[in-house]
């Protein structure tokens, strides 16, 4: 193999395709450390709303920007899912990120160039030894452009709707199929076409289209995309 003795597998998709539960999945099939770099945008995203840097939905970005070195994100194990769970300034806060007010505003949030710069940086920083699964959307073109192994997680938008809508059913928050698919749109739309870092299919991406698949046929698809790469680098 090359000289790591890990890869650096990196997942990009569009929302709520699935590409996070793919990664979480893969990493425990790996024993590969699963980051979730939504889940930090999400946080910073919190942070902003906390400290009412947020008003009539428009966010006051300078101020923003002044306070990004007060924003520490850290995961920690959840001891029952065994799946990483994102901390803000030491706090768990994986069930407030995951609410329609956050995700309505995450997209803005990761268009400001000054907080992608930091997260990448922090990313980066996490994955340098290898043996990480990382998802977001500019993994494969951003964060790590020589990712060993690069995929492109999409699926229809009324099947993406549906999943996100029966999602926040299953934790109690109340949505409707309505909100939900034009939320999604948005953000395909914000993240597709924003200045810093759009999301994009690489060139060198392996693109899965788990419209109609199982997680555990779209696992399996990509555990033999994991062993091909692993034996081409032997």
């Known amino acids: 193999?090359?000289?790591?003795?890990?890869?650096?597998?990196?997942?990009?998709?569009?929302?709520?395709?699935g590409k996070s539960t793919l990664a979480k999945e893969l990493a425990k099939e790996l024993n590969y450390i699963f980051i979730d770099s939504g889940a930090m945008y999400r946080g910073v995203t919190l942070f902003a709303i906390e400290n009412e840097l947020i008003s009539?939905?428009?966010?006051?970005?300078?101020?923003?920007?002044?306070?990004?070195?007060?924003?520490n994100l850290t995961f920690e194990i959840n001891p029952t899912s065994k799946s990483p769970e994102l901390c803000l300034n030491g706090i768990n806060v994986e069930h407030e990120i995951r609410s329609p007010r956050i995700a309505s505003l995450v997209s803005q949030i990761?268009?400001?160039?000054?907080?992608?710069?930091k997260l990448v940086q922090e990313q980066r920083e996490m994955g340098k030894n290898g043996g990480i699964v990382m998802?977001?959307?500019?993994?494969?073109?951003?964060?790590?452009?020589?990712a060993d192994l690069k995929l492109f997680v999409t699926a229809n938008i009324d099947i993406r709707t549906e999943r996100r809508y029966l999602e926040l059913k299953s934790k109690g928050i109340n949505s409707s199929m309505d909100e939900v698919g034009s939320?999604?749109?948005e953000r395909d739309y914000i993240d597709s076409t924003r200045k810093e870092s759009p999301l994009i299919q690489t060139n060198d991406a392996?693109?899965?289209d788990n419209s109609f698949l199982s997680k555990t046929d779209q696992l399996n698809i990509a555990l033999d995309l994991v062993t091909k790469k692993i034996k081409e680098l032997v």
């Open 206 to 208: 392996i693109v899965i």
């Open 56 to 71: 009539d939905n428009k966010i006051e970005i300078q101020r923003l920007i002044s306070k990004l070195e007060e924003i």
């Open 1 to 17: 193999m090359n000289s790591k003795s890990k890869i650096i597998i990196a997942i990009d998709g569009y929302s709520s395709c």
């Open 183 to 185: 939320n999604l749109t």
């Open 110 to 117: 990761a268009k400001i160039k000054e907080v992608r710069e």
């Open 135 to 146: 998802d977001g959307r500019d993994i494969g073109s951003v964060v790590f452009p020589n």
